[in-house]
């Protein structure tokens, strides 16, 4: 079973960085769709970008410009890397995997495994 392990969230000043990490199962950065997702409360969960195993990424255009995601296979380790945060960033934010070679959107209902969540608050 996939087990995922998100960490670094945190408070932030408008404007600033945070890098999240997510440590997974050696097998699933070598075999899966990973993504980052992410819910505010009152509002539906948001895909906000993934990683295939090729590398290649793809974001969503809230993000795009300012959000990176990026893994480390030695690590197992997948990174979202946050930099210009704003107060609409605050939520929890989650990784996920499809266990699927490619990725086919940030849709949730794509990604069979997620991890507990880290929250990420934002103040102006």
């Known amino acids: 079973q996939v087990q995922l392990v998100e960490s670094g969230g945190g408070s932030v000043q408008a404007g600033g960085s945070l890098r999240l990490s997510c440590v997974a199962s050696a097998y699933t950065y070598r075999r899966y769709c990973m993504g980052w997702f992410r819910q505010a409360p009152g509002r539906e969960r948001e895909g906000i970008a993934t990683?295939?195993?090729?590398?290649?990424?793809s974001y969503a255009d809230s993000v795009k410009g300012r959000f990176t995601i990026s893994q480390d296979n030695a690590k197992n380790t997948l990174y979202l890397q946050m930099n210009s945060l704003n107060p609409e960033d605050t939520a929890m934010y989650y990784c996920?995997?499809?266990?699927?070679?490619?990725?086919?959107?940030?849709?949730?209902?794509?990604?069979?495994?997620w991890g507990q969540g880290t929250q990420v608050t934002v103040s102006s």
């Open positions: 996920a995997a499809d266990p699927r070679t490619h990725c086919f959107g940030v849709y949730p209902a794509n990604f069979d495994y």
């Open positions: 990683i295939d195993i090729y590398g290649r990424t």
